[in-house]
């Protein structure tokens, strides 16, 4: 086990109508004037945007809003909250959606506490600048899936350029989180599956690192896994139970606060990458993006670290060991691509729906790689040409 420091400063209320709450736990955080931030129309449709505004009104939090963002959100919307929370004198940012929503808010509390800054620059390849300062933020979560509520994470879209990069520090972790799995229950099955790859992705990330086997850390993985696998399939039958919607919806925020990855390098994160530029060009859904790549890249780097691989096949797909690692290995991935067909997802390209030209494969690599100044991942060092390589196996 290896030095680590784990941080998840997110006070959580969870259950059936919690988002009552909302302006109680605003308002205990020091807010006097919120900016609601929500999406295209699900929230307001279903009444929950009224039920917060009613939330704080009853707390005296004063508040404006601000809806549109869309998934894989965008630079432009950034800009226009941030300008909305200066002049309306905002010192709170209330996140009414999911990762797109949550990650917007995160870059309107960067750019809004900076005023003097183009926000852009915590986000760019060169890294320009770090952030000093984020307005406050709480999440009323309405789709399990990217973590963003406890996570110090922010991934935005500039439109103009199909950029999509990600910006990193405790400051933008929410103070709170608001979960109520029964907001979930409107989302299509298509929405709840793509969260429940994206949520197995971000502990499987974790769990293919450099630094090697560990007790603790891998038994809460493989449980977290298994029960996300288990619930995920129960939702695509029953997509109204209550128990499988709660599962999956703390397994979300377990998986990307940092808890699966205690004492290891903090795990390989390629196959996020590579999606990410499939994100940012074909503005594909997050989570199936990751599931149609991510055999691509395990075959691939599967060579480097057969036992790791093995590992995974036995813990957490069940996989009956074979007469060699690296078989066993092949049997885990397999398993897992039988896994994402049984619930709709995609093992590949062509199923996701895009076919990348080999010059947009060329400018996709070179993009991912320039991410990691020239190589990304850990378990194998992987260059423009090896992620290149993956794309096309995936297609
Ligand atoms: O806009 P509306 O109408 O609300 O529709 C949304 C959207 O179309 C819909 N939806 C959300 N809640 C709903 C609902 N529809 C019906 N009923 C509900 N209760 O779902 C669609 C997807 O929403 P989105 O917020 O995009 O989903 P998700 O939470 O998967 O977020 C994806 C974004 O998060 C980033 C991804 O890259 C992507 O941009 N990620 C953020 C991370 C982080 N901040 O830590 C980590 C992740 O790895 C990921 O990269
Ligand atoms: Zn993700």
Redesign the pocket.
């Known amino acids: 086990m290896i030095n680590f420091e784990y941080y998840t400063p997110t006070k959580i209320a969870f259950g059936r109508g919690v988002e009552s709450r909302t302006g109680e736990l605003a308002r205990a955080f020091g807010a006097h004037k919120a900016l609601i931030h929500?999406?295209?129309?699900?929230?307001l449709?279903?009444g929950l945007i009224g039920r917060i505004k009613a939330s704080l009104d009853a707390a005296g939090v004063a508040h404006v809003e601000l809806g549109g963002?869309?998934?894989?959100?965008h630079l432009g919307k950034v800009r226009e909250g941030i300008e909305l929370a200066k002049r309306e004198g905002v010192d709170f940012l209330i996140a009414v959606?999911?990762?797109?929503?949550?990650?917007s808010a995160?870059a309107i509390g960067y750019g809004a506490a900076e005023p003097d800054h183009d926000v852009w620059e915590l986000y760019d390849d060169a890294g320009t600048r770090r952030p000093a300062k984020c307005l406050p933020i709480g999440a009323v979560l309405?789709?399990?899936?990217?973590?963003?509520e406890m996570?110090?994470?922010?991934?935005i879209?500039d439109e103009k350029t199909g950029l999509?990069r990600?910006c990193k520090s405790d400051l933008s972790r929410p103070r709170f989180a608001v979960m109520d799995p029964e907001?979930?229950?409107?989302?299509?099955d298509f929405?709840t599956q793509?969260?429940c790859a994206?949520i197995l992705?971000?502990t499987m990330e974790r769990w293919f690192n450099a630094s090697g086997t560990l007790e603790l850390t891998d038994a809460i993985a493989a449980g977290l896994m298994k029960t996300v696998m288990k619930n995920a399939r129960i939702l695509r039958d029953h997509p109204d139970c209550y128990e499988a919607r709660a599962e999956v919806m703390w397994a979300s925020s377990l998986s990307?606060n940092g808890l699966t990855g205690c004492g290891s390098d903090g795990g390989d994160w390629a196959v996020?990458k590579i999606?990410?530029e499939l994100?940012g060009m074909f503005d594909v859904?997050?989570?199936a993006g990751l599931a149609a790549v991510w055999g691509s890249w395990a075959r691939y780097v599967l060579p480097e670290c057969p036992k790791r691989f093995a590992e995974f096949a036995v813990q957490v797909m069940g996989v009956a060991p074979a007469e060699s690692d690296e078989a066993t290995a092949r049997a885990g991935i397999e398993a897992v691509e039988a896994y994402y067909r049984s619930v709709g997802m995609p093992t590949n390209l062509r199923e996701l729906g895009v076919t990348p030209t080999e010059q947009q494969i060329v400018r996709m690599a070179e993009s991912a790689a320039s991410v990691g100044g020239g190589r990304i991942g850990v378990v194998r060092k992987l260059d423009a040409n090896d992620i290149a390589a993956i794309y096309r196996a995936a297609l």
């Open positions: 929500y999406g295209g129309k699900s929230a449709a279903s963002v869309v998934p894989n959100p959606g999911g990762g797109s929503v949550i990650d995160k309405t789709i399990a899936a990217a973590g963003s996570s110090n994470s922010s991934v879209t999509k990600s907001l979930t229950v409107t989302l299509p929405q793509s969260g994206d992705m971000h990307h996020h999606e990410h994100g859904t997050h989570g």
